[in-house]
Nanobody, 131 residues
């Protein structure tokens, strides 16, 4: 059984940085041979729908970002450690949310639909932006 566990969240000031981690355990980090299968990050702020943030394919060759984080967030992975990272820089108050990682297709459809088609989910971790 696949398990995803997020870490690295917390309180940060506007303009600050955080690095979120998504550690996978279970049946292996690259369980699907599909070229676009990978790990995605989503977030959900209070009172708002869940939205996609970024995704990365198993190989790392495909990376996609939601428009509002492009240029500020960087997704990467270390397959030896079964971990995907989301480096979040220049954080804004509107970035505050619970962040989730999920396994599934790295494509714009799940990012734009808040996670449709994703297979496994972590429990989420809170990111708070406040001065």
């Amino acid at each position: 059984q696949v398990q995803l566990v997020e870490s690295g969240g917390g309180l940060v000031q506007p303009g600050g940085s955080l690095r979120l981690s998504c550690a996978r355990s279970g049946s292996g980090f690259t369980s699907s041979s599909s070229d676009d299968y990978g790990i995605a990050w989503f977030r959900q702020a209070p009172g708002k729908e869940r939205e996609g943030v970024a995704c990365i394919s198993n190989s790392g060759d495909i990376r996609r970002y939601e428009e509002s984080v492009r240029g500020r967030f960087t997704i990467s992975r270390d397959n030896a450690k079964n971990t995907v990272y989301l480096q979040s820089d220049s954080l804004k108050p509107e970035d505050a949310a619970v962040y989730y990682c999920a396994a599934g297709p790295c494509s714009y459809y799940p990012l734009l639909t808040g996670g449709s088609g994703m297979d496994s989910w972590g429990k989420g971790i809170a990111v708070t932006i406040s001065s």
